[in-house]
């Protein structure tokens, strides 16, 4: 494989990571279908690893500084996390955050596999107070869909001196725009069907870290409970990160204008995002991320004029999921388990359209002025 510069930025990493550079190798590592492998090599049977996946996890590792591991989707990547925990074990967790992270810990709680805590983790206080004797904290920041900021310095600090792991799932800032591990977290969790894939045509989902035990752990848990990628999946993702950092950079530019726009446009009840100086989060965010994101929360008065607006959109398509080329909304609180969400709270993955297209079909969208 390509070994890297430590002087090389992440741009090119996500070119160059997992390449091979042997003499008369293919420069992207291709696609490797097989079940079964030849005695005597690294690899014997395909659920226990496969090259094209070692080359995602080479990458990945590198971009967010530790050692990756790819998994069939985030969320069989979040539960292999907490399988690593003992039975009874207490998970410190965000009142609001990914539906498939609060379901799947509702589950367990509720079959007493494990005990949870709801917090605020935007309200640091109320986090450090919620950590005491906990097992395990597990962050968000962007939350999802709310977009709040966590302070990640200083709860993961304090996480670490009580001896908590730490989880955090990086899906919305992605390695490029905040690397939690650098800033003392045990794991970082990724839903590489979002940004890291970017077409909405995959499903992955990958575990980095620095712990070696922990490492060790996630990958027996991969292999007993057969959590694994498959291999034109793995594929796709790494192809997909090739281009990460041109994709997020054209989201981004265009969410901060759209953003700027929904935030003046008195259609619009409130806006999230942060970038707006108006979010409370905007000067932790300035500080802990490379950037803001390319995700926007919007409200609108009622439930029915955010159903409206989805119906008579054109451009900018309806779907539950984020983090593709496309402009995708969806209207969150219509999903069960989303209750606590503004009921016209409308979530936007701003893709890499020409940033005015965009605009006037949301414009168009919202109705008369």
Same mark, same amino acid.
């Given at each position: 494989?390509?070994?890297?510069?430590?002087?090389?930025?992440?741009?090119?990493?996500?070119?160059?990571?997992?390449?091979?550079?042997?003499?008369?190798?293919?420069?992207?590592?291709?696609?490797?279908?097989?079940?079964?492998?030849?005695?005597?090599?690294?690899? !014997?049977?395909?659920?226990?690893?496969?090259?094209?996946?070692?080359?995602?996890?080479?990458?990945?590792?590198?971009?967010?500084?530790?050692?990756?591991?790819?998994?069939?989707?985030?969320?069989?990547?979040?539960?292999?996390?907490?399988?690593?925990?003992?039975?009874?074990?207490?998970?410190?967790?965000?009142?609001? +955050?990914?539906?498939?992270?609060?379901?799947?810990?509702?589950?367990?709680?509720?079959?007493?596999? =494990?005990?949870?805590?709801?917090?605020?983790?935007?309200?640091?206080?109320?986090?450090?107070?919620?950590?005491?004797?906990?097992?395990?904290?597990?962050?968000?920041?962007?939350?999802?869909?709310? =977009?709040?900021?966590?302070?990640?310095?200083? =709860?993961?600090?304090?996480?670490?001196?009580? !001896?908590?792991?730490?989880?955090?799932?990086?899906?919305?800032?992605?390695?490029?725009?905040?690397?939690?591990?650098?800033?003392?977290?045990?794991?970082?969790?990724?839903?590489?069907?979002?940004?890291?894939?970017?077409?909405?045509?995959?499903?992955?989902? +990958?575990?980095?870290?620095?712990?070696?035990?922990?490492?060790?752990?996630?990958?027996?848990?991969?292999?007993?409970?057969?959590?694994?990628?498959?291999?034109?999946?793995?594929?796709?993702?790494?192809?997909?990160?090739?281009? =990460?950092?041109?994709?997020?950079?054209?989201?981004?530019?265009?969410?901060?204008?759209?953003?700027?726009?929904?935030?003046?446009?008195?259609?619009?009840?409130?806006?999230?995002?942060?970038?707006?100086?108006?979010?409370?989060?905007?000067?932790?965010?300035?500080?802990?991320?490379?950037?803001?994101?390319?995700?926007?929360?919007?409200?609108? +008065?009622?439930?029915?004029?955010?159903?409206?607006?989805?119906?008579?959109?054109?451009?900018?398509?309806?779907?539950?999921?984020? !983090?593709?080329?496309?402009?995708?909304?969806?209207?969150?609180?219509?999903?069960?388990?989303?209750?606590?969400?503004?009921?016209?709270?409308?979530?936007?993955?701003?893709?890499?359209?020409?940033?005015?297209?965009?605009?006037?079909?949301?414009?168009?969208?919202?109705?008369? +002025?």
């Amino acid at each position: 494989m390509t070994k890297p510069l430590p002087s090389w930025h992440p741009e090119t990493l996500a070119v160059t990571a997992g390449r091979p550079d042997e003499p008369g190798a293919p420069f992207n590592t291709p696609p490797t279908f097989a079940s079964t492998f030849r005695d005597g090599g690294i690899y !014997g049977y395909g659920r226990w690893g496969n090259p094209t996946w070692g080359a995602l996890e080479e990458a990945l590792g590198l971009l967010e500084g530790g050692r990756a591991l790819v998994f069939g989707s985030g969320q069989a990547a979040l539960a292999a996390v907490l399988e690593t925990l003992p039975v009874g074990a207490t998970v410190v967790l965000p009142s609001t +955050a990914y539906l498939g992270t609060r379901g799947l810990l509702a589950d367990l709680a509720a079959r007493q596999r =494990l005990q949870t805590r709801a917090v605020d983790v935007t309200d640091a206080p109320a986090v450090l107070a919620g950590i005491q004797g906990a097992d395990m904290l597990w962050l968000e920041s962007p939350t999802n869909p709310l =977009l709040g900021i966590a302070d990640l310095a200083t =709860l993961l600090s304090a996480a670490r001196q009580q !001896g908590i792991p730490t989880v955090v799932d990086n899906t919305f800032a992605t390695p490029l725009l905040q690397q939690p591990l650098q800033l003392g977290a045990t794991a970082v969790v990724h839903s590489a069907t979002k940004y890291i894939g970017g077409h909405s045509d995959l499903l992955c989902g +990958a575990v980095v870290t620095r712990d070696e035990e922990l490492l060790s752990n996630l990958q027996a848990r991969r292999t007993l409970h057969g959590g694994v990628a498959g291999t034109m999946e793995a594929w796709l993702a790494l192809r997909g990160l090739r281009t =990460l950092p041109l994709r997020l950079e054209r989201a981004q530019a265009n969410a901060r204008i759209l953003a700027e726009r929904l935030a003046a446009d008195p259609r619009v009840v409130a806006t999230r995002y942060p970038g707006l100086p108006t979010h409370p989060g905007h000067d932790l965010a300035a500080r802990q991320m490379a950037g803001p994101g390319a995700m926007i929360s919007f409200e609108l +008065a009622s439930s029915a004029l955010a159903d409206a607006l989805v119906g008579r959109l054109r451009l900018v398509v309806g779907g539950t999921s984020l !983090g593709g080329v496309e402009s995708t909304i969806d209207r969150r609180n219509r999903w069960p388990g989303e209750e606590d969400v503004p009921s016209g709270l409308l979530r936007l993955s701003v893709g890499i359209e020409h940033v005015e297209d965009i605009w006037q079909d949301l414009a168009q969208a919202l109705g008369p +002025a």
